[in-house]
């Protein structure tokens, strides 16, 4: 079962690689999030070295977890309409999770590879700057806690989406999704909002709680049972959370890929 995983994990990393619609969306949005980063005030007004490196996490989270989703919101539409190597994966002895597990890695790790280069860079040039170490390792528990969990999320959200929708419906319906789920405050919403919330995937609850970053981007102007205060627990909370609502948006994503095959075959 393993090196069936590790097999699809290849195969679905290289042909993200191969795809100039991944480089496209992804590496403007990170070339982007790294020019905000070192000229917003929003993220250089910060005295704190480490709560600059937890503000660029915000912007990654933002512009970049949203272009790996865009990216890789076709992906399970491909294995639709396509014949060959997804059959033959479907095939091996790996159970349906683990495959499951390899379609929805592989493509992230390629996609969010160059993101996480360069804000890396940018949390090395910052301790390099103030000389000390907490800004590098702020950016390694963003990277882990938040960045990584929001792309994930995203990546099984749009490949949802695209086999519900054609791919172009999905990708703008994911960008409104997004920012409902990470930037509209409740003072600013209309409708009843993720943002600040546990569930949103923006993670400003481990960005808060462990990334040095801002205490504004937890909680959101907003109280209630879903924007507890910070702590160690409600960060945990918030990881939990996103990630399981990637492994269902995965888990329904694949089955209904599943079921268009079947119907088409």
Known sequence: MMA??????????????????????????????????????????????????????VLVNTLCALGVGLALADRLRRGVETRGMPELLTATPAAPLARTAGTLAGPLLTALTPVA?????????????????????????????????????????????????????????????WLWACHFPPAFSPVPTATGTVLSP???????????????????QG????????TDTTALLNLALVLATA????ALGHLVARIRRHGAS
């Open 4 to 57: 069936a995983l590790l097999w699809t994990l290849r195969y679905e990393a290289l042909m993200a690689a191969r795809r100039k619609v991944v480089w496209g969306a992804v590496l403007p949005l990170a070339l982007l999030s790294l020019l905000l980063a070192v000229s917003s005030p929003a993220v250089t007004g910060h005295a704190d070295p480490a709560a600059r490196t937890g503000a660029a996490a």
């Open 117 to 177: 280069a360069l804000y890396l860079l940018y949390a090395v040039l910052v301790t390099a700057t103030e000389g000390s170490p907490a800004p590098l390792g702020s950016a390694a528990v963003a990277l882990l806690t938040a960045v990584l969990p929001a792309a994930a999320l995203a990546t099984a959200l749009g490949g949802l989406l695209g086999v519900l929708m054609p791919v172009a419906a999905a990708r703008a319906v994911l960008v409104v999704v």
């Open 202 to 220: 923006l993670g400003g609850y481990p960005l808060v709680a462990w990334a040095g970053a801002p205490q504004v981007w937890a909680a959101r």
């Open 223 to 230: 109280t209630g049972a879903l924007r507890p205060a910070v």
């Open 247 to 250: 492994l269902a948006c995965s």
